[in-house]
């Protein structure tokens, strides 16, 4: 395909959505951004400064410091990955925390917050030829999205998937946690007032509850065909 294309892939919480969207993008040659883990990255520097308290965002101190969060994504050569950075320190790790999961939700619903992350992220898409994986990528920040894509499976297997991936990491987690974790997340991120998760009208769905990531790559492959067939 000669034309760079934008690809918005959103969708509900471990879905599986980075883990597509890297791959196509490693098949296009496309830069691939994580959008999740900005909000992430906002989240950690909003717990490491005490700006979430007794299960409590405090909503003004995250929009004051704002101006002094930056955050930027490098390609680390051996993982072939870009790696989030705040404030110029790598955090990809540590924004995968429990913790940043639990209050990722919450940072995410804050108006200036959004803002903020939907300004970057068109920043980084204008020069086309990007996967971007999220929430809202389909529907607010790339509207025009030349493919968007909006990926769902069922909430067990999707819990189910998270905690063998965490396992295999060696990570001691539990099922249960995990599964409200999820599913509080899926209601939050679909109820909010700013921007909430929905499928863009114009979005093909993709329920991968029982495929693997190879025959998801031949789903893509297909798609990718038959735009081109159309024009
Ligand atoms: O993709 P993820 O699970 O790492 O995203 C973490 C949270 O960030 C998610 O629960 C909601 C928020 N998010 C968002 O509001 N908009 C996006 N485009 C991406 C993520």
């Known amino acids: ?57 405090k909503r003004d101190e995250v929009v004051k410091s704002l ?31 429990f913790e940043v999961s639990d209050y990722v939700s919450p940072v995410s619903q804050i108006k200036e917050v959004r803002e903020k992350m939907v300004e970057l992220q068109r920043e980084i898409g204008v020069f086309k030829g990007i996967v971007m994986d999220g929430r809202d990528i389909g529907t607010v920040v790339f509207p025009d999205a030349d493919i968007k894509i909006f990926m769902t499976a069922s909430p067990e297997i999707r819990a189910k998937r998270r905690y063998d991936e965490l396992i295999a990491k060696g990570i001691d ?3 249960e946690k995990i599964n409200l974790n999820i599913s509080s997340r899926d209601k939050a991120d679909s109820e909010r007032e700013i921007s909430p998760l929905k499928k863009a009208d114009d979005a093909i769905v993709l329920d991968n509850s029982n495929m693997t990531i190879q025959e998801q790559m031949i789903w893509f492959r297909k798609l990718i065909e038959k735009m081109g067939n159309e024009n």
């Open 173 to 175: 987690v539990d099922y």
């Open 1 to 57: 395909m000669e034309k760079k294309l934008i690809i918005a892939v959103d969708g509900y919480s471990s879905c599986g959505k980075s883990s597509f969207a890297k791959l196509i993008a490693e098949e296009l040659d496309y830069l691939f951004i994580d959008s999740g883990a900005m909000y992430r990255a906002v989240t950690l520097f909003a717990l490491r400064n005490g700006f979430i308290e007794n299960n409590t965002v």
């Open 67 to 97: 101006s002094s969060i930056q955050i930027n994504f490098k390609f680390n050569p051996d993982q072939q990955i870009y790696e989030t950075f705040l404030n110029n320190e790598n955090v990809e790790e540590e924004i995968r925390q």
